[in-house]
């Protein structure tokens, strides 16, 4: 999939929130949706819907509205998720954990290979059907598997020394949750979760809200 | 804080970012910033910033940027987070426990007060140092703390009666993990996080960076 224009991030960010959607649209057996129904569920402008799937070349019909079906894998295919990423994750403790028994993680496509840590009383015990493997033994491990996505989940102050060691063996992309920013590497993408910034968005719903009574 | 115009979706979620970078400029001993510097940092172009930070009255001064501490703060704000929240956590699986580990939030202003759970064998273990609560002493606990947010980490199953059982209590805002919206309650605010969203970008990145090459 390639396209001519520069998207924006504004627009990319929006569409796993498309892309999520139109799946449980299609879950729900709606075969069709008008960009005004999208965008009320969306809490997105109608005409900010037309021009985010005009970026990718459109997908509606005038009057007619979006085909859920073929808009739902369209995203998906712009997303890259149909191509089957092999994924690990760094750091064993309680949120490494979390991410490893959430299901959704691989319906999407990302398909979890691999769970390291490097403390040796987390080493060899499993969660759900994984062993924790040694972080040293990550090397040999890359050249076996291949993964393409590592998630970060170790401490703080860990973060950039197992980003720079998965970089210099060729991920492609990190998922890094580890309350840092970790700074760019030559061909990896790096996408910095911070749980925090949900927690100020509601803070600032919440007094919004309260002004307004 | 009231404002006069409605500020919109996208600009309210850029907030919490550039509240962070600010604190790291702050942390760093920087003093002023130009919005230039600023959206170099941030991914978001210089005239970007200067209409969000308008939508707010404006902070900038014309060829002197932005006073770092100034601007730091009244973000934070605009945030409500000096108002001081406090916080219980439903839910004390891995995900539960991640959160609760997690020092950030106080550092913002989200004070945690009560970590609950309705399994008997979690009730009365500790994370860190919250006793872990029966969910259904939480009618008692809500009177005599007044805590105004809650964090849903429970399973998906069961976070709607959560979300239900928490309005009727008066809670005011909710932050969900639970993998699926919950709908609207008056009087409550929500803010639905979608841990898969950041890895469908990611996805996407790599795609593109593909199509590049």
Redesign the interface.
């Known amino acids: ?3 001519s224009k520069k998207i924006s ?2 627009v ?2 929006r ?3 498309y ?2 959607y139109l799946g449980e649209l299609l879950a729900n057996g709606t075969a069709r949706i008008s960009s005004k129904d999208l965008s009320s569920r969306m ?2 402008t109608a005409s900010q819907i037309r021009q985010d799937l005009n970026c990718f070349g459109g997908f509606g019909q005038q009057g007619y509205g979006y085909n859920v079906e073929s808009l739902y894998r369209s995203i998906g295919e ?4 149909y ?1 089957g ?1 092999n ?1 690990i994750i760094i750091g064993a ?3 490494g ?3 490893a ?2 299901r ?2 691989e319906k ?3 398909k979890l290979v691999g769970v390291f840590d490097n403390n040796p009383s987390k080493i060899g015990q499993y969660i759900e059907e994984f062993e924790i493997l040694d972080i040293d033994t990550i090397e040999a491990f890359m050249q076996t598997h291949k993964p ?2 590592a ?1 970060i989940a170790v401490p703080k102050a860990a973060a950039a020394d197992v980003a720079k060691r998965l970089a210099k063996l060729g991920i ?4 890094n949750f580890s ?1 840092t920013d970790i700074d760019a590497y030559e ?1 990896v ?3 910095n ?17 309260k ?1 307004q009574d």
Not at 197 to 204: C, F, H, I, K, V
């Open positions: 999939m390639t396209s991030f504004e990319i960010k569409l796993p929130r892309y999520r809490n997105v712009i997303l890259g998720l191509n990423h994924t403790g309680n949120l954990r979390a991410l028994s959430y959704s993680f999407r496509g990302f393409d996505i998630v492609k992309g990190l998922l309350y061909g993408e790096i996408e979760v911070h749980l925090s910034d949900s927690l100020m968005t509601l803070s600032y719903k919440i007094e919004n809200a002004a």
